[in-house]
């Protein structure tokens, strides 16, 4: 749950994990099927920082 009401949030301030939304959006899949793709990709990128032990920077 938690997750998800990241990628929520995510979906509408980062840029990137925005236009992955829309994209899913654009190739007609509910919402909530996007954003469960968005919180999966958060998820991946959370694992990837935690791995790395970097600062998340948002690339365009």
């Given at each position: ?28 899949k509910h919402h909530l099927t996007a ?26």
């Amino acid at each position: 749950k938690a997750l998800f009401s990241a990628a929520l949030v995510a979906s509408q301030h980062d840029p990137v994990l925005k236009a992955f939304y829309e994209k899913k959006r654009s190739e007609g899949k509910h919402h909530l099927t996007a954003l469960g793709a968005v919180s999966r990709k958060l998820c991946y990128i959370i694992f990837a920082i935690l791995k790395k032990n970097e600062a998340y920077e948002i690339r365009q």
